[in-house]
């Protein structure tokens, strides 16, 4: 027996709505190889630290692209922001003379197994291990490059006396494999299985059975970047974002590049940047951990809250982009514009005088997209801003399951903190408005007696403006005042 005989029981009320918990989504996740660094920094092991930690720093090396990401993240923040929050996942450094094979090791290694969560799946043991999740996620310097990959193969002479398909060998392979049809005892087409990758030349195609004189050539295109086209399902694990730079040469590089991605997701740039070494030569460097640092900044800006772009915003710590990218404010036949009307980003330099230009001085970031197909989805800060309201039901409403019955008071109670938090952003202008509803056509008393019900919210994230319509014409009431006022004046003469 518990209750006392004779005395006072205090029964807590635990039926009031819970207060919204928040989650950061300014963390960010870089990954790369760095060859310089301590071997005190494990490898496709995430390791979390802050962006000025200067013992952690100097374990990291100084000649590598990672190091670049986080000075260039340091060299953004906002006045009172000391650090952005790092989650870095090593990879193994390439030790291939070959320059242009050392990159594709690179590459592969960020690229990792997502059996052994090695490489960027690593990224997803970053919660369980750390603590804390990465969501703004960068592999800089390893993101716009194209492997070439088979195409077609075009049979240019069947040959004879094959009784059975013959083996398609492929010289050299990279990967690729195919096989031969056979029509009676020739071949007439060939199937390929695998296109494999980063060719220079064609391959040479070659046919091995029991009959002769079969010939074939293989055709080439240009295939996605690995590394971006497995990013999206890591980043849906993780509800994150990623900055992926493109091609930075010329704009049809770039075209061809983003014709080859599509998510939600991906946030691309279309510019690379130069910077001073410390001995005073100049460098061209990703732009990747630039534009994440105007992320972390514009978040800091706004209360951790992820509403809001980065776009038109300054670009420090760099002497200029890598090359100028010709831009008008109205017109839009212009080299930047046309980068952004394929969803691209650009950072572009100011010039002095020059209405149109985007600034009188120093150099702006202006990028407003996603790689979405889906235009509801095109903008990333509407993106993340629905990542924040999910990510803060998650961890607030998780509270009510196990813990009640399912009556009418937990159902209010429920709906109560939806409502508040929602509530919330929008009187910080967070959302334009937002609906809570729960309906008896979506529940029904089977589901209920399952310990089910369903709520269901609507909420409006802000656009971007990043088009403003002015409409010019002359006003001949003017005219019509000034007839008056002369006809005033002669009479008074």
């Known amino acids: ?60 090396g100084e000649d590598n692209l990672i190091i670049d990401a986080i000075n260039a993240i340091n060299a953004q923040l906002a006045d009172f922001q000391q650090a952005a929050r790092i989650v870095l996942v090593r990879t193994e450094a390439s030790t291939n003379v070959d320059a ?7 590459i592969a290694n960020i690229l990792g197994n997502s059996t052994a969560k090695t490489g960027i799946h690593a990224f997803l043991v970053a919660g369980q291990k750390l603590g804390v999740i990465p969501r703004l996620i960068a592999a800089p310097g390893f993101t716009h490059q194209q492997p070439s990959g088979i195409a077609s193969i075009t049979v240019t002479d069947g040959g004879s006396g094959y009784t059975v398909a013959p083996t398609v060998t492929i010289t050299p392979d990279n990967g690729a494999t195919a096989h031969a049809i056979l029509t009676g005892n020739a071949v007439t087409s060939v199937v390929i299985d695998n296109p494999g990758q980063w060719f220079d030349t064609p391959p040479t195609i070659d046919f091995v059975g029991d009959g002769t004189g079969a010939t074939a050539t ?9 590394i971006c086209s497995t990013l999206p399902g890591v980043l849906n694990k993780l509800l994150g974002m990623a900055v992926i730079g493109g091609p930075a040469d010329s704009k049809q590089a770039f075209v061809d590049w983003r014709e080859t991605l599509q998510s939600e ?6 510019s690379t940047v130069k910077i001073t070494d410390a001995n005073g030569v100049v460098q061209v460097r990703p732009s990747e951990g630039r534009v994440i640092g105007i992320g972390v900044r ?30 008008s404010l109205t017109d839009g036949a212009t080299e930047g514009q046309e980068i952004l009307a394929a969803n691209g980003g650009v950072i572009l330099r100011g010039q002095y005088g020059v209405e ?15 790689l979405s197909e889906d235009s509801l989805w095109q903008f990333y800060n509407v993106v993340r801003g629905r990542d924040y309201i999910h990510l803060m039901f998650l ?31 929008k009187a910080d202008n967070h959302i334009l408005g937002y609906q809570v509803g729960f309906s008896k056509d979506q529940n029904s008393p089977e589901q209920l007696r399952l310990g089910k019900f369903t709520v269901r919210f609507a909420a409006e994230e802000p656009p971007v403006l990043r088009r403003l319509v002015i409409q010019s014409a002359r006003y001949r009431p003017a005219l019509d005042a000034l007839l008056d006022d002369l006809l005033t004046q002669l009479e008074v003469a």
Request: proline share 7%.
């Open 1 to 60: 027996m518990t209750e006392p005989t004779f005395g006072i029981t205090f029964l807590h009320d635990d039926t009031e709505p819970r207060p919204a918990i928040e989650s950061d989504l300014s963390v960010v996740g870089l990954i790369g190889p760095m060859a310089d660094a301590d071997m005190s920094i494990p490898f496709d092991d995430p390791i979390e630290f802050d962006s000025d930690d200067k013992m952690k720093l100097a374990l990291l």
């Open 356 to 370: 149109t230009a985007t600034a009188s001085g120093g150099f702006v970031y202006v990028g407003t997209d996603t």
């Open 298 to 327: 514009r978040d800091f800006e706004k209360n951790g809250k992820p509403f809001h772009s980065w776009a038109n915003q300054p670009v420090q710590g760099i002497v200029g982009p890598n090359r100028f990218i010709e831009f």
């Open 395 to 425: 961890r607030t409403l998780r509270y009510y399951l196990g813990r009640f019955n399912l009556n009418g008071q937990t159902i209010q109670s429920v709906v109560n903190t939806m409502e508040f938090a929602l509530r919330d952003l």
């Open 100 to 106: 242009d094979l050392a990159e594709q090791e690179n």
């Open 265 to 270: 997701r991906l946030i691309p740039v279309a």
């Open 218 to 226: 293989a055709t080439l295109e240009e295939l996605s970047n690995p």
